[in-house]
């Protein structure tokens, strides 16, 4: 037996069970602290945000429906996902707790406490894990925010 095996077969193993869950043919955004702000603030859209860790077995299964609501409804809401994992002050910033966590940023900014810059109050979502909820809820939530 070739002594590369264990090694190449462990290389693999970990590229397939802690692969990101998106590429760029995916239509979603990926932020990090660099590009969060200026992406998601000077943005006039809805934006779904999900909190994700690589190794969750959760945010692997909602990765299909959060595909599928950024190639459905694209111009219409901006998807995106944080590596909480990588992302741990951007993810603390938010309060993420637990993997997978979904936040809307609704499309109007509001001006900071101290009046230095604009936000987007971030909403929780917790509905359905499908592109029709989560559209559903935004068409009916979302514009009112």
């Not at 299909?64 to 992302?87: C, F, H, M, Q, R």
Request: aromatic share 14%; hydrophobic share 45%; charged share 20%.
């Amino acid at each position: 037996m070739d002594r590369r095996s264990p090694f190449l077969f462990l290389v693999l193993f970990s590229a397939i069970v802690f692969a990101l869950p998106y590429t760029k043919n995916d239509g979603v955004i990926i932020l990090d602290k660099n590009n969060f702000a200026s992406t998601v603030y000077g943005s006039e859209h809805v934006w779904f945000v999900e909190f994700y860790a690589p190794w969750c077995g959760h945010c692997k299964n909602l990765a299909p429906e959060w595909i599928k609501l950024a190639k459905t409804y694209d111009g219409i809401i901006k998807v995106a996902a944080v590596n909480g994992d990588d992302e741990k002050e951007l993810a603390g910033h938010f309060q993420i707790k637990g993997f997978p966590t979904i936040k809307v940023f609704p499309s109007k900014a509001v001006p900071t406490k101290n009046g230095e810059g604009f936000i987007k109050e971030p909403v929780d979502y917790n509905g359905a894990r499908t592109a029709a909820a989560m559209a559903q809820f935004q068409f009916l939530k979302c514009q009112t925010l």
